[in-house]
């Protein structure tokens, strides 16, 4: 255990865990029930090692919370973030601290900010990811051969879509509804089209606001998931209605309502839930998004708003191979880890150590885009899909598109 060590090493240089030390770290978070207790049996070790105590206060309104106890002047010691865009924003604020040599390689890339100072550093950890640009279906559905043919790295997206559309009327899976949220699942698909169609340097340039949403590459990607809403099941009362966990549902219905449902790491729990209790690698499977090599992730994030050694102690164990371990060997977690030094074979189930295997391999990761964006610009961003949605026309796609470089235009990024 050279993780644990190292920090109680530090911990007797710090005083953290001596007398008079800082002996506690708070945290706060969203997750509640089984996701608290996957996080509190994470923290057992550090605490038995250290002698620091975790105190996680965990609640739903976490965002609400952290933004009220920020106002007040006591925020927590640390905090788990939903997205790059609530992290770059509290950095730009001031009110987040550097992780230094807690964010490493690629974790580091994906959670860089600029702080107040103008200078850009890691500012949190993935503490959980989720890998996103995956399709699955149903093994018995699809002709012979067909998964296999969709397996081979060197397909395009265009023939890639042209084996799905042949397998039925209705070949795709697409729920937009989830509460307050509606409209993400959406976002997921524009950004994996933009992401492997015109690779990451385009990508870039959107998510920070330097490239326009009327460009070419953008409309495409609109255009080419204008294409998927006309090719997908409506459900129950149509995709804007459906629920985005139980639009893949309809996979294992006989006849099949549809044949690919594109969804991350977490949809087998969904799966789980339908009537059919299918079972993963047997009745249900995914192959990547076409365009090997490149994926998309979400993730949980951790950031520290107040500089204590005890904080420090926690997020250096944090992104540790034995605190992350806790998550990816839960089974039905769904969470997967950017550190390296966890091989796909510590995973549970052969499904989960593939995308592990994808995860592993790809020469790029980028982070979910709406999530990396201004809240405003992602809250443009879901309401835009839905207009599309209702209506994918060419004709309607030039105002929506023009709508949205107006947002752009009008809101600070991160540099």
């Known amino acids: 255990m050279r993780t644990v060590m190292a920090l109680v090493l530090l911990c007797a240089l710090t005083a953290c865990g001596g007398p008079g030390g800082d002996r506690t770290v708070t945290v706060l978070g969203s997750w509640t029930g089984a996701e608290r207790d996957a996080f509190v049996e994470m923290l057992r070790e550090f605490e038995r090692d250290t002698g620091i105590d975790v105190r996680y206060s965990g609640t739903r309104d976490a965002r609400a919370v952290l933004a009220s106890e920020l106002h007040d002047g006591h925020p927590p010691d640390t905090a788990v973030l939903a997205n790059p865009g609530d992290l770059r924003a509290y ?27 103008g200078v850009r550093r890691p500012y949190g950890i993935v503490l959980k990811a989720s890998v996103k640009s995956l399709v699955w279906y149903n093994p018995d559905t699809l002709p012979g051969g067909l998964a296999e043919r969709l397996n081979d790295p060197s397909l395009t997206w265009d023939e890639f879509a042209t084996a799905v559309s042949g397998t039925a009327d209705t070949p795709w899976c697409l729920g937009l509804e989830d509460t307050s949220q509606s409209g993400w699942p959406g976002t997921d698909w524009i950004e994996d089209l933009l992401l492997h169609l015109s690779g990451p340097e385009v990508y870039d340039a959107w998510v920070s606001g330097r490239l326009a949403w009327t460009a070419p590459e953008v409309r495409r990607a609109w255009e080419e998931f204008g294409t998927v809403v006309r090719g997908a099941h409506d459900g129950n009362g149509g995709v ?54 490149t994926v998309e992730i979400g993730g949980d994030l951790l950031g520290m708003f107040r500089d204590t050694p005890a904080a420090r102690a926690l997020v250096e164990y944090l992104t540790s191979a034995e605190a992350q371990r806790t998550w990816v060997e839960r089974a039905g977690s769904g969470a997967y880890s950017l550190n390296r030094e966890i091989p796909p074979e510590d995973y549970p189930g052969d499904v989960s150590r593939r995308i592990a295997a994808l995860l592993a391999g790809a020469r790029t990761v980028r982070f979910d885009a709406s999530d990396s964006m201004p809240s405003v610009m992602a809250a443009a961003f879901n309401h835009a899909v839905l207009e599309y949605a209702a209506d994918p026309a060419a004709e309607r796609l030039d105002a929506i598109l023009a709508a949205l470089d107006k947002v752009r235009r009008t809101t600070e990024f991160d540099a």
């Open 91 to 117: 950095a730009a604020d001031g009110h987040l601290r550097p992780v230094g040599s807690a964010s490493r390689g690629l974790t580091a890339e994906l959670t860089a900010a600029t702080g107040p100072d």
């Open 240 to 293: 804007l209605l459906t629920g985005y966990g139980e639009a893949g549902g309809w996979m294992f219905a006989d006849p099949p309502g549809c044949r690919f449902d594109h969804a991350g790491s977490f949809i087998p729990a969904f799966y789980a839930q339908a009537a059919q209790r299918p079972r993963p690698g047997t009745d249900f499977d995914f192959v990547p998004f076409p365009g090997r090599g």
